[in-house]
């Protein structure tokens, strides 16, 4: 299989917040909140909302799925509510943490391979490949190949995450592939499109937890260590401030400024499901 690869900073963040959701909101989910039926946004909430999210994805897999090909598995929590529903899965984990808990959380019950979805290789027809908020990760091209390679004729890709809504990069909100590449890439490819459903306004109250948590929990925390560090070792600080400037100053202006909301989320991104057929 493909070559492991080392912890990267994405990663580690990964595995922290899924420590933090298991102990403060006992959740073992790392994609976002689906918040309908006017579920409040509290993160009280948050645990419920990703169990939400969860139940969607499985009201969605079509009837005569079996065998799912489970790509970027995250903690692997929802790899795990497939197996105890009966279906047969085995996981696509690229990271080294993450992949040692999924690997403890399904046992035997699944195979996890440790590799890029790039590098994935198998002879295995799968009735359905899952990308749960994967596919922002993956080159459009090799997901859409990857398909027809790895799924069945008659066979289902179901892909649920978000996509960048403004071509000028304006937003502090990173990550996920442009919706105007992706939809021209698309239509380049036979498949059939089964659904096709808009749910941004419900996963957007996560961006709005997200940020309150930033803004009165892990803001003061660095403030805090920062003035602690200047105090007791002031010319270490002195080195690290003159050293990364640059980056600490990214890094607040992106995180610290209070402007990653869930209505800029709206405006700038598109949070989408799709189930495609082969």
Not at 29 to 57: C, E, M, R, S, V
Not at 148 to 153: D, H, S
Not at 165 to 184: A, F, I, M
Not at 219 to 234: I, Q, S
């Amino acid at each position: 299989m493909g070559k492991v690869q080392k912890i990267d900073s994405k990663e580690a963040g990964l595995e922290i917040g899924l420590y933090f959701f298991k102990y403060f909101l006992k959740s073992e989910y790392l994609h976002y909140g689906y918040f309908n039926n006017g579920l409040p946004t509290d993160i009280q909430n948050l645990a419920k909302a990703q169990q939400n999210y969860a139940d969607f994805l499985i009201s969605q897999i079509p009837s005569d799925v079996k065998s799912i090909l489970d790509v970027g598995c995250g903690s692997g929590k929802f790899a795990q509510q497939l197996l105890d529903k009966g279906y047969e899965v085995e996981c696509v984990s690229p990271g080294t943490l993450l992949t040692q808990y999924v690997k403890n959380l399904v046992g035997n019950r699944s195979e996890v391979h440790n590799c890029k979805f790039e590098d994935y290789n198998s002879n295995k027809k799968f009735d359905m490949i899952l990308f749960s908020e994967s596919f922002q990760y993956i080159p459009m091209k090799d997901t859409l190949d990857g398909f027809q390679k790895f799924v069945r004729k008659g066979g289902y890709m179901m892909v649920c995450d978000f996509f960048k809504n403004d071509p000028d990069n304006k937003s502090l909100l990173g990550g996920g592939h442009q919706y105007k590449e992706w939809t021209d890439i698309l239509a380049k490819y036979p498949y059939k499109m089964l659904a096709d459903k808009d749910i941004t306004k419900e996963t957007a109250p996560t961006i709005d937890l997200v940020n309150g948590m930033t803004q009165e929990v892990i803001f003061p925390l660095w403030k805090t260590l920062f003035a602690l560090g200047e105090d007791r070792f002031p010319l270490v600080m002195k080195f690290i401030k003159w050293k990364y400037q640059a980056k600490i100053e990214k890094m607040e202006r992106k995180h610290f400024t209070g402007s990653r909301t869930g209505e800029n989320f709206i405006n700038y991104k598109k949070y989408m499901f799709y189930l495609f057929q082969n």
